[in-house]
């Protein structure tokens, strides 16, 4: 049964809590430690919760920091908080004791008790404890007061075991208030220490959709905030509703609670220290050295502190990384000009990197310069050519801005090269910083376009809501056949991604690959051929192979304009469709080390997520998970939509990982493609839900998301089956549900195009709904034949999954037959096959009963069952109780065709009434 949300374990905690409950029940102490806003209080109260429902008594104590300076205070919160007949049951002394803490009486002449009150909470300690299992939560216990942690530490040693406690406190920084809470813990008795981790990338993905914020801030807000829970939701929050005036540089959002999150944090080191952190904010690599030589003689000792504050991490070489770049982009947003002016200088000076000690000069100075000006010209095209074009659009960036007045030209220039550059590196934040700042002068049209173009470049899936940016760039580009081409290029990928239009984004790549071609252009037309050859794929026109192979041909002479290049990625992919797979795989395994050296991170992601689905289809199931989760931490890290990571990661968890997990990412999948309007992906991670759905065996969800995907596809026209095999996975459904007729008819509507287009392995597929098709409609014997021949194609194209996957279809219908041994043949055949995988959720779907069940042998002449799978479903729910309108709800039927198939099942079993269709079920 599923626990109650109050019950479910914080978003990435599910196994911190299940420590957390063992080494409860083991050793009766815990302690849970972190930074604070980590999610050490959620971790607490869930195990609380829990606690209250097995039944348990729960006392909770929350010190605030005002507490640790009032002596005895959280004693008298905890005695105020017992139950009033624990505290009449102590001795008189030790009542008065309570009395006088609570300042329900004055203390004696002679002065306080100190000892009566220790025993006095001891005793109820031990009352608490003498009967069910009780559990005491101190958080906050980092602001315990000295005199209430020398009670409680007292007080523990006596508790009894049936008395579990709880102590959150925080990773310890340099105050020494702090101190008592730490005694506390060493008065524990060995105490299982549970540090509760920052959260990771798709972790915060969960944690945002939980409190309604967008998937497609995921990235940002886990850059931002570092996996820290609470800095997450505020940061998310300010995105969500922030204004660009409220950003810092690196897009990160500034707002009032922003910051007074990060100034918490940051209050919790001594001002050198905070001095030290500021230097290392503004220094683009810090290390300890650089700060040493920047003026911080003991840098090494006030980074330490930090450390220990969790404020940062160090590296071996003394490199420091910020737990959060909300706590850099804090310290620098609140220093005043002065301070950030003595920074840089001092920078300038004490770094090696010529590149940066002109971006440290620049940044200290903010007079116009043209020798600082033509320096950092300089020093960003060094950038480019080390393959920074993040740093280089940086630095074109503050080039233009240091140009002087009379310049206007050179300012113009190199506002249009900070956009380019921002455009490739896929840095959203300079791209339209640099666009901005291009549209607000007297640009030319084309400097114009340029600068739009690099905004359609960084807006990734989100291409929808840029109609106006694109008609103004139209506009703009006028007879310039290479600008006209440029912008007709990302019309091609906004109606293909964004509005799902095939049709005009067929009509957008030709005219863009003719423009290019007549300016001479070859890598744009390279580009909208291949944009033409994808469209002309799906649609199933014949010509998508030649569009294609014009489009290398260009790309090859051109030379290499990146590491990545459309038509080479789209050539892997029509191989992978094909399932040409070793091909594919080897040219991904070449290209994969290129693009790590000098291409983009979205180049990166492209073929990790690539590599990912043609191993999940060879099935290389471990190495599909490291790429497909290598697609998903560089998706986060970029700040891209996570909606094709999601996808290539429900793939590869359906294949070697967790079904669980592979559905959980697909419904992300599907939310944010929603989110992005992104047509393709929404499709693609909805057909991967729908097939992990029958998988699992819910199948009536399996139907109706695979109808979904059909009527998507319907929609942007698809015609090709090969790219998004949902047709079988569908028929298979329709099947499962009772509806063979419909699923026999996608099947004859498919196959004439599978073909004529020559898609075997597509009518590879295809052949095994048919066979499945024919055993639900009597013919066991001509399925198990049918089924046994496409096990055996499938083998010899080394589709192993698909061979796989075909062989349990076998021992389920030998099942249905009663034909044990075949049944239990082709079930060890399918091990054998997922265990040299290492499919292991299909290895433990090998591992089900080969005797059929129960309701599968009722009434069954000549030892096989005359009812098929969705009307056993039925039988058993009625045998259960339902009615007929309960039944339909639960199995998403009209109440009709619920009395047709009752009707139908009485004539199979020979009953009358549900009494004897139990009767029937129970004999068999």
Partial sequence: MALSPYLEAPVGRADLLARLERALGERGRVVLTGAAGVGKTALAAAAAARAEHRGETVMSLVPEEADRHIPGAVTATLLAAAPAGLLAGLPEPQREAVAVALRQVPPPEGG???????????????????????????????????????????????????????????????????????????????????????????????????????????????????????LALTVGRSLKVSRPSVHHADGLPLTGQVRLAARRMLDRVTPPVREALFLAALAHRPTAALLRRAGRPAADSELADA????????????????????????????????????????????????????????????????????????????????????????????????????????????????????????????????????????????????????????????????????????????????LRAAVQLRLAWKHLLADGDPHRSHQAAIAAASLAEEAGDRSTAAQALAVRARVERSLGIEEAEESLARARALEIAEGPVGALNPAQILTIRHALFDDRLTEARAQLIALLPVVERRGTAEDVIEVCRTLAEVQVRLGQCTAALGHARRSLELTMEA??????????????????????????????????????????????????????????????????????????????????????????????????????????????????????????????????????????????????????????????????????????????????????????????????????????????????????????????????????????????????????????????LSVKTVEARLTRIYQKLDVRSRAQLSAALRQS
């Fill in 112 to 230: 306080r008790d100190p000892i009566a009150l220790r025993m006095a909470v001891a005793g109820l300690l031990r009352a608490l404890g003498s009967g069910a299992p009780a559990l005491l939560v101190v958080d906050n216990a980092h602001w315990l007061d000295p005199e209430s942690a020398a009670v409680l530490r007292f007080a523990l040693h006596l508790a009894p075991p049936r008395l579990r406690v709880i102590l959150v406190e925080q990773l310890h920084g340099t105050d020494p208030g702090i101190d008592p809470g730490t005694d506390v813990v060493a008065g524990l008795g060995g105490p299982e220490v549970i540090v509760v981790p920052p959260l990771d990338a798709d972790e915060v993905a969960e944690l945002l959709v939980r409190h309604g914020l967008p998937y497609r801030l995921a990235g940002r807000v886990h850059q931002a905030s570092g996996g820290n829970a609470r």
């Fill in 307 to 482: 450390e220990q504050a969790g404020l940062i991490s160090l590296g071996e070489d003394g490199a420091v990384v910020f737990t959060a770049d909300l706590l850099r982009a804090t310290l620098v947003a609140e220093a005043d000009s002065g301070a950030r002016a003595a920074g840089h200088a001092a920078l300038a000076e004490a770094v090696y990197d010529a590149v940066h000690a002109v971006r440290h000069r620049a940044l200290a100075r903010t007079a116009a310069d043209e020798d600082l000006a033509a320096a950092l010209t300089e020093a960003a095209t060094a950038s480019r050519l080390r393959g920074n074009r993040a740093l280089a659009a940086e630095l074109a960036l503050l080039a233009a801005e240091r140009t002087p007045g009379g310049r206007p030209e050179a300012e113009l220039a190199r506002l249009v090269t900070a956009a380019r550059d921002a455009g490739r590196a896929g840095r959203a934040d300079l791209a339209r910083r640099a666009a901005n700042a291009i549209l607000a002068r007297d640009a030319t049209p084309a400097d114009r376009v340029r600068a739009r173009l690099a905004v359609f470049d960084t807006a990734g899936q989100g291409l929808a809501d840029l109609d106006q940016e694109y008609a103004h760039a139209l506009q703009d580009a006028g007879d310039d056949l290479r």
């Fill in 639 to 892: 700040g891209l939509s996570p909606g094709p990571a999601w996808y290539a990661s429900a793939l590869a968890e359906t294949a070697g990982g967790s079904f669980q997990r592979a559905a959980s990412y697909a419904r992300r999948g599907v939310q944010a493609s929603e989110e992005e309007r992104d047509q393709v992906f929404l499709a693609r991670n909805r057909y991967a839900l729908g097939r992990i759905q029958l998988i699992i065996g819910d199948v009536a969800a399996a139907v109706r998301t695979l109808r979904s995907v059909q009527d998507l596809e319907t929609a942007q026209q698809v015609v090709d089956p090969s790219m998004l095999r949902w047709h079988e996975e569908l028929a298979l459904a329709l099947v499962a549900v009772d509806e063979p007729e419909q699923a026999a008819g996608l099947i004859a509507a498919t196959r004439p195009t599978a073909e004529r287009l020559g898609r075997d392995t597509v009518l590879l597929g295809l052949d095994r709904a048919e066979a499945v098709c024919l055993a639900a409609q009597g013919d066991p014997g001509g399925a198990v034949a049918r089924l046994e021949e496409t096990a055996r194609r499938y083998a010899e194209r080394e589709l192993l999954m698909d061979q796989g996957r075909t062989l349990i279809d076998i021992a389920r219908v030998e099942r249905r037959r009663r034909r044990r041994a075949p049944a239990q043949a082709a079930l060890q055949a399918a091990a054998e096959v997922f265990t040299r995988l290492g499919a292991r959720p299909w290895l433990a779907l090998t591992a089900e009963p080969v005797t059929a069940p129960r309701g599968d042998r009722a009434g069954a002449p000549g030892g096989t069952s005359p009812l098929t799978e969705a009307e056993l479903r039925l039988a058993r729910l009625v045998c259960q109780g339902a009615s007929n309108q309960e039944a339909a709800a639960k199995m998403f």
